[in-house]
C-alpha cells in the first residue's frame, strides 16, 4: 500500500491494514476521493487494474449500518447505487463500487447545456425510487413534525442567531419561528414516499452505463412526495430558470402519476406542495451552511447561502401567511448583501 496520506492519521493507518486484509497481496494505492458534511470519509484505491472506493465511517461517530441497508433497497429498484464487496462495521470501513470522479455538479457547470439529457436520468431514477419502493418507504424514519421542526430551527439558531447576531428577541427570529410552524402544517399533508434527502448535483454521479450512480442516501426517510424533487431541481449548489425548473417538475408529476403514486389534484396543487417543501429544506440548508462553519470549521458551505436564500425571497412572498416572514427576511437579512452574509470572519 503505498504512502500517499499521511501516516499520522491512525484512522488512514488502520484503514490500510483492513485493505491489505481485503484485497491480498500487491501495491495498492490510497488517496483522498472526497468528503461530505459529515465525518465520513472517502479514499479512491487503486490496483490490480481496477479502482474501489474506501468509505472511513467513525463508528463512534457514524452508523454504516443504514447506508447498506438503503444501498440494498435502492439497487433492488434498480437505481444505480454503489455494491458493496467487503465490510467491517464494527471498526466502521467499507469498500465500494467506484462510480467515477465525474459529479452532476461538475458536469453542469463545465456545459449548462446537459441539463435536459443529465436531469432526464435523475428524474427517471427518482421516479424508480418513488415507485418501486412504496413498502421499502414504510420501515425508514419518517419525516415527522419533530425532524421537520428541527430542520428548520437550524436557521434560526445558526444563521440568525450564530452569524448574524438576530437572536430570539428580534422580529425576525419571530416572524419565522411563525412561517415554520404554517410551512410544516402544509408540507405533512402531503403524500409519503422514499425520500433520498440528499438527491441532488454533489450526490448524483455521472456514468455512461446506468446513469446517473447516487450516493449520500443512508438518512433517507419516508415523507413528502416532492421533497427530492425539489432537492434535485432547486439545487443548493446550482440554479435554473423558474420557467424550466417548474416544466421539469411538472414532466416528473407527469411520470410517477401513471406510475400509480399520488400527485395531487390538480399541477397548481402540486407545484404549492413542491414550493413550500423548497421553502422547508433551504431554510434547512442555509442554517447547516452556517453550522457547517461555527461548528465544524467547514468555511467553503458558507458561499451557497446566498443562493439558497435566493429561493426563499421568490417564493416565500408567494403565500399569504409567509408574507410577514418574507418582509422582514428582506430588510433584516438580505439587505446585508452576499458578502456579508457568506462571510466566514468570526
Known sequence: MSHLLPTSDSRVALLRKWL???LGPGDFTLEKASEDASFRRYFRISGQGRTWIAMDAPPDKEDSEPF????????????????CYAQDLERGFLLLE???????????????????????DALYSLALMQSNLVVEAQTLPPYDQELLDREMALFTDW???????????????????????????QVLTQPRVFVHRDYHSRNLMRCDAHNPGVLDFQDSVCGPVTYDLVSLLRDCYISWPEQRVRAWALEFRDR???????????????LSWFDLMGLQRHLK?????ARLWYRDGKPVYMADIPRTLSYIRVIAP???PLRKFAKLLESDVLSLGDEQISRTGH
Do not use: N
Not at 467506484?98 to 432526464?120: I, K, N, Q, V
Not at 437572536?167 to 410544516?184: L, N, V
Not at 440548508?285 to 451552511?289: L, P, R, T, Y
Open 20 to 22: 491489505q486484509a481485503e
Open 68 to 83: 447498506l441497508r438503503v444501498a440494498t433497497m435502492l439497487r433492488k429498484a434498480s437505481v444505480h447505487a454503489p455494491d
Open 98 to 120: 467506484d462510480l467515477g470522479t465525474l459529479t452532476y455538479l461538475d458536469e453542469l457547470r463545465r456545459d449548462p447545456g446537459l441539463a435536459d439529457t443529465l436531469y432526464r
Open 159 to 185: 444563521l440568525l442567531e450564530r452569524h448574524l447576531g438576530l437572536g430570539p428577541e428580534s422580529g425576525i427570529w419571530r416572524a419565522a419561528t411563525e412561517a415554520f410552524a404554517w410551512i410544516r402544517e
Open 256 to 270: 410517477v402519476g401513471k406510475l400509480g403514486l399520488q400527485v395531487g389534484s390538480s399541477e397548481e396543487q402540486f
Open 285 to 289: 440548508a442555509s442554517g447547516i451552511f
Open 318 to 320: 408567494r403565500f399569504r
